[in-house]
């Protein structure tokens, strides 16, 4: 069995030795039920630099709080997973044309395969939450994320009036595409410091939204001690501490979204 | 901020941007509290060899079965996790000297950080399952794993007669060295094939046995349909194949482990 | 403190010290957002006999089989919940009026709360299970439950033609009720035979379909050994025993559910 | 099928249908492997007064809180709960001769069988939580409890000196026996006030230990929100309202326990 280093033309994921398989030209990955509720807020920009790569630019100085419920997810056979995404608006110059998209800070998610793929296939920086389904009561929407019995994240919105048709139409607009932005980093094997890979990353996501209502609420982050939570704490104390200077108009989305690995690449 | 391809002499884990460190000279991690069930059984070699890389010789046409529950892990807070491995014992021909071990087919394991940290840090084949803990009702031992809420591995061993002093001195020798053959396996971003890194990596790990018991069993495959387990049904599919042709003598065993990643490194 | 057996006016629930309260005069408690498929197959009915109260006759002899996913559930604060039914019509003779409904042979449901509830309140003969969310994949869907691990009940089925609106309307008229009847029994506590209470029970729901599609499918009980579900095997063994002699057309459908423990009554 | 509310000899469980069997004189249910953590302080009686029955006194106004993880539970065929208890030690007047117990306020357990069967057939009051497994972290141990991602209780105890051989035959004399007093309260069905049935119960457990440690620490409640948690939230406030006046000694302690239902019995 030969696992080459050199390019035979097949498609692998770990264990290699197990997943190998031609590859299909796709990476077209529908997501046929997705509810999104989401809430930003404006940060200190300073702050909030520290955390993202300088070959990104901020366009403005905002923390997009976003939490998701995927169901129907064609390639986990029809499956469901959910995710706490927190991402800051941001431009990517790539050669004479810039790009626009969101550099995600973190994405908690509540099942592993898709952290795996996220993060060895296109350096989506994943990691594991459990995220007990959104509830609703009356107009409240409650979302919440926690380690082993210790709440971290908590989210609540308050339902407003439902978007127009236009407004509708304008999320949907190209796609309803948003450009995410990762950066993927894969260690040295062993006690030697320093990344094995090291590269921003490119990964699209086109969404098309049913119906949308326009939300306002707040986001509250509980810091674990580091004994209770040794390999997320100086994440959630990073976030804990940029500034709330101005929450945005939240929404509660329904809809789809298509994954398009097929448009995804490293970036120069 | 900036998340060098040059060695700044960071350690960094994704997401990179939050999670940095002087590298310690460390990498030795206590697990104070480990359960092991294991069996073993004789199969077709040239079956086998299909799945284990070329890098390596099969030394004996054995598939390793064990469960092990890990608890009081240090590095997770004192917290636990279980694991299924199966894995093949090997040779790798290192320059003169060649390296005994054993080479790991795949590594169910329940928590998801585990998972991340095997596989971008070590190459071992880690994916996840739910493993609930082994039950004991007098001499009869069980385990299983399952995707979903479908079951897919069963290990039922029957207790035997303890270890003599000497035979757990025997498996305590030498501190109980395992060591670990994995591959490291990365693919390029998009939908290109091929690997953006792929090697074989070595991952050491130390025991010390405090009881050991003999015990006799038998593991039960059962394949998942592909709709129902899209991503791993080819490899249960692939340990269901392989005949049984002779179980050997299992144990049930309890120490402490010791992960080594101070000795890790890729192999050439 | 009194926890009086006289009536002192107020409702009480175990522990009884701390949750008491006077009667709202309610029990009225929506469920704003369900999701059931359900699939019916005809049996012998001599066979099913044995499991139905004589109090009951049996209107058809048929298993009727279904999972509900329910969110918004307001007594929950808007958390969900998931079930499977296993239930058979029946008449129920009170006085001179014959009620018409539904006797549950059983109740999975994977939440421990409404599991009390049903029980000590209404005698529904609820049980434990984890019930993963139902997998929709283009037509097919697909549900089953769990205990530990191991699977004992799927269901699959695939999408049929939408409801007309006047099948709609149908299973919309009058409220859309389901009279559900159960056996409400206590046991004397130690080790002495016979029950500390022991009667039928009553107690409707009421539905709200927004959309309706046709559905077949099948059913399929895994009995676990007795070591393996020492507590269930014997229910899913009896389950298993009822032979399929023809399955009717099943369905999937969205909603509302009004539970009206406000008309709930024990039976005379 | 009959099921009847008079003695036909049988010992039934709900639903009683299908789980009915004579009576085996037994009720003696082995515990093979428990872990307890547990601490104790002491609170303020006429505060405390109010959640205990007037049909017991209370002997010291303490309120003793024990965590535990129970492995190898025969009559769930080898497999394990977890538990957190919250208990007060009172004597009850039975006749001429007082018996001297403990009362339990609340206890939580995250599997539900052994609820259903302690509320149902013993009077526990016994509620549902997410217990995660204890950690160990050097002399560091931490215990916590959840609903649906919200922490509602933290113990965090630090380890001392083991018990002497003479502490630990003194916790083992008498069978090490507990005597646990609760009150069974099954409401009417349906909207109207007042129980179908309302007794205080008795259920002893014996214990043996083999290993016993002392232990400092303390515990923290943090009370949900009503919607967040409406069913426990007033459990939870009331706890956390009982005045911490000062913390006493506790343990960590490892041995196996003997539910005795064999001798359980209603109270007068």
Redesign the interface.
């Given at each position: 069995?030969?696992?080459?280093?050199r390019?035979?033309?097949?498609?692998?994921?770990?264990?290699?030795?197990?997943?190998q398989w031609?590859?299909s030209?796709?990476?077209v990955s529908p997501y046929?039920?997705c509810t999104t509720l989401e809430v930003s807020y404006l940060t200190d920009e300073e702050t909030l630099?520290?955390?993202?790569?300088?070959e990104f630019s901020i366009t403005r100085p905002l923390v997009m709080v976003m939490y998701e419920k995927c169901?129907?997810v064609?390639?986990?056979?029809?499956?469901?997973y959910s995710l706490v995404t927190v991402s800051v608006p941001v431009q990517y110059m790539a050669g004479k044309q810039p790009i626009d998209g969101i550099y995600?800070?973190?994405i908690w998610e509540d099942?592993?395969?898709p952290?795996?793929g996220g993060?060895?296939?296109?350096?989506m920086?994943?990691?594991?939450a459990?995220?007990?389904?959104y509830?609703?009561?009356?107009d409240?929407l409650?979302v919440?994320?926690?380690h082993?019995?210790?709440?971290f994240f908590e989210m609540e919105l308050v339902l407003g009036p439902a978007f127009s048709g236009d407004a509708l139409a304008g999320i949907n607009a190209d796609n309803g595409r948003v450009v995410q932005f990762g950066?993927?980093?894969?260690?040295?094997?062993?006690?030697?410091?320093?990344?094995?890979?090291?590269?921003a990353?490119?990964?699209p996501v086109d969404n098309t939204f049913s119906s949308a209502y326009a939300c306002s609420g707040t986001v509250t982050w509980t810091v674990p001690a580091?004994?209770?939570?040794?390999?997320q704490c100086?994440?959630i104390a990073?976030l804990a501490a940029l500034p709330v200077n101005d929450y945005l108009s939240g929404s509660f989305r329904k809809g789809t979204s298509t994954m398009r690995?097929?448009?995804?690449?490293?970036l120069p």
């Open positions: 069995m030969r696992i080459s280093t390019d035979d033309g097949l498609t692998r994921r770990m264990p290699a030795h197990f997943r031609p590859p030209g796709g990476g046929d039920d630099r520290q955390y993202v790569p300088e169901s129907g064609r390639w986990m056979g029809g499956s469901q995600h800070l973190v099942k592993c395969e952290i795996l993060r060895e296939e296109a350096g920086p994943k990691i594991f459990d995220i007990p389904e509830r609703r009561n009356g409240s409650s919440n994320a926690s082993e019995g210790r709440t950066w993927r980093y894969i260690p040295r094997v062993g006690p030697y410091p320093g990344p094995a890979l090291s590269e990353t490119y990964y580091r004994r209770q939570h040794p390999t100086d994440i990073a690995m097929d448009l995804a690449r490293s």
